[in-house]
């Protein structure tokens, strides 16, 4: 049974920095990719970015290129999302996914089958 656990959210001043990470269990496809996404209060929820187990290829949304970093820790099965110069926009609850298969249209959510139980992000002074 695959499994999505992400933790590391919390509170930070604007400007800020965090780490969320999300270890993954239970794959046994070799080829997948895992994506971040996240929900404000009232919004509908977004891809922040993806990383492709396959080739390693990143992606990102235009929102968090250049603030936001993806890596993967392959022996602990864990995905990293390093958030830096962190605004008040980008307060919101942070899921990561997987999806068996390619990075096309990573950004969609419907693409991705599993789903961790979400990690709150709060941006303010």
């Known amino acids: 049974q695959v499994q999505l656990v992400e933790s590391g959210g919390g509170l930070v001043q604007p400007g800020g920095s965090l780490r969320l990470s999300c270890a993954a269990s239970?794959?046994?496809?070799?080829?997948?990719?895992i994506g971040w996404f996240r929900q404000a209060p009232g919004k509908e929820r977004e891809g922040v970015s993806c990383i492709s187990f396959g080739d390693e290829s990143t992606y990102f949304a235009d929102s968090v290129k250049g603030r936001f970093t993806i890596s993967r820790d392959s022996a602990k099965n864990t995905v990293y999302l390093q958030m830096n110069s962190l605004k008040p926009e980008d307060t919101a609850v942070y899921y990561c996914?997987?999806?068996?298969?390619?990075?096309?249209?990573?950004?969609?959510?419907?693409?991705?089958?599993?789903w961790g139980q979400g990690t709150q992000v709060t941006v303010s002074s």
């Open positions: 239970g794959f046994t496809a070799d080829y997948y990719v």
């Open positions: 996914a997987a999806a068996l298969g390619g990075s096309r249209y990573w950004w969609v959510k419907d693409k991705y089958d599993y």
